[in-house]
């Protein structure tokens, strides 16, 4: 078996009087605490503090980075363990899917799945060989061992991995009891102290072509004691539902749209289309017009109510048709697409982006716009600031591409620092430490250049490692 070492001057720049610089940086980060502000962590894991099952529950079936590599290689996503709709079908042995994983774990030389997985084998596992077809079954049994002790429940990693503050994601039809058992707890001197909160994402009852729109605006008026049905008691609903999300914890919304398309309709205007979107076939010309039009409703709420705003465009959801019918969303098929800002923005900033009380954080799937369109405007107006690289992108080429194409026009202040936006709750340490290091990277060939001093740079590898993150999401 090959030996698996993960090497100190990982993704360190290759010269040598900028390596020592970038050491010395990221030195002064790599113990900070980790502000992870958004992302998909399931909370039951926080709530009920119950062990993770074995390696392939952890670490294979959940995380679409995974297996959307296998997939596209001819591997079924059954044999690896995922269930169709519906259930149904041969339950698979979860070692007989690791060793899948094992077998095929070449696929992902080159991907930052590969630095992820072998950061959380090496340092959260203590494995010292690499993952193949004969270090299997060592890994399974040891990671599923592991994982049946005491040290590997998720409240015990929470701690040991330093992390600061989770966010999770809810709908707004989610009940939040499992923040709530947290909050609960935390209340009590002998309770667990750790800050679990959510995130208010109203796609399922904003989007008109969501799976089962219709039905989650019956279940909005049921929740909330107003018809969803009737714009301005929907609009009430969604005031109501951000309040009860601000109550258990939560700073911000996210908000997942195809495009990046806004508007800003007249009262009048809005209600014609409420009425149209809520009919039993939506067009799709309306349904991205009410998508538009709400974006900018929701940063009128957030100016209201003081969450900051997310917004995720430029993804095609669920591009494989068959994929989606057999297991659902969320299975390694959505596919960045080229996306505009300038336009698209332009209704909602005329409206709100003067605020300087309100935060709306911009992700792009689209790196073409990144110095085009995205740095000038975040640059320019006091709302916006710019996510991270983020999913396709969350890469060491890709933050060094954010980082060039953005800097120089948008600063890094106009920037919130790193994201995870992780279902994998064992990747975020290692997530984190690419992003840090990648940082010092950066800054140390600044550094190198002249164009700042090496105090600044420290103070801005502080500042992009936690500050900034913990400042934007008022965490």
């Not at 060793?99 to 590969?114: H, K």
């Not at 010309?285 to 974006?295: Q, V």
Request: hydrophobic share 40%; with cysteine; proline share 6%.
């Amino acid at each position: 078996m090959r030996p698996l070492t993960l090497h100190p001057d990982r993704l360190f720049p290759t010269d040598p009087s900028v390596r020592t610089i970038a050491r010395r940086l990221y030195e002064a980060v790599a113990g900070l605490p980790i502000i992870s502000p958004h992302g998909h962590t399931d909370p039951r894991w926080f709530a009920q503090d119950q062990p993770f099952g074995n390696a392939s529950e952890l670490l294979l079936t959940p995380d679409h980075y995974v297996f959307r590599m296998l997939y596209s290689q001819g591997i079924s996503l059954e044999t690896i363990g995922l269930v169709p709709n519906g259930g149904g079908g041969t339950p698979v042995d979860p070692r007989a899917a690791w060793r899948i994983l094992a077998e095929n774990y070449t696929l992902f030389r080159g991907t930052p799945s590969r630095m992820w997985l072998d950061w959380v084998f090496a340092e959260a596992f203590g494995l010292t060989v690499q993952l193949e077809a004969a270090s299997a079954d060592l890994y399974y049994d040891t990671i599923t061992e592991a994982l049946a002790t005491e040290a590997f429940r998720p409240r015990a990693l929470y701690d040991r991995f330093n992390i600061e503050v989770i966010t999770t994601t809810e709908s707004p039809l989610d009940d939040l009891a499992h923040h709530a058992a947290i909050l609960a707890e935390k209340d009590r001197a002998d309770g667990w102290k750790g800050r679990v909160l959510t995130a208010y994402r109203p796609d399922p009852v904003i989007d008109p072509h969501f799976d089962g729109f219709r039905d989650n605006l019956r279940k909005l008026s049921e929740l909330t004691g107003e018809d969803a049905f009737d714009y301005r008691g929907y609009l009430a609903a969604h005031r109501q539902r951000r309040a009860f999300f601000a109550s258990m914890g939560a700073t911000s919304t996210d908000h997942g749209h195809p495009t990046a398309a806004t508007a800003d309709l007249t009262d009048a205007e809005a209600q014609a289309l409420f009425a149209r979107v809520t009919a039993d076939s939506v067009p799709d010309a309306d349904a991205e017009l009410f998508r538009a039009h709400m974006l900018t409703v929701m940063a009128g709420m957030s100016v209201e109510d003081g969450m900051v705003m997310q917004i995720h465009p430029g993804a095609y959801r669920n591009h494989n048709a068959s994929l989606f019918t057999r297991f659902g969303r969320d299975k390694g098929a959505d596919i960045p697409m080229a996306t505009e800002y300038v336009h698209a923005l332009r209704p909602l900033l005329s409206r709100y982006g003067n605020e300087t009380n309100l935060t709306i954080i911009l992700f792009t799937l689209d790196e073409t716009s990144y110095a085009r369109e995205l740095a000038p405007l975040a640059g320019h107006y006091p709302a916006l600031k710019l996510g991270p690289a983020w999913w396709f992108h969350d890469s060491p080429e890709g933050m060094r591409r954010f980082r060039n194409q953005m800097t120089e026009t948008a600063g890094f202040y106009n920037t919130v620092g790193f994201n995870d936006d992780t279902r994998a709750f064992l990747s975020i340490p290692a997530r984190h430490d690419v992003a840090r290091r990648i940082d010092c990277g950066f800054l140390a060939q600044w550094v190198a250049e002249h164009r700042m001093e090496e105090w600044e740079a420290a103070e801005l590898a502080i500042d992009l490692s936690y500050t900034l993150a913990k400042k934007a999401y008022k965490l």
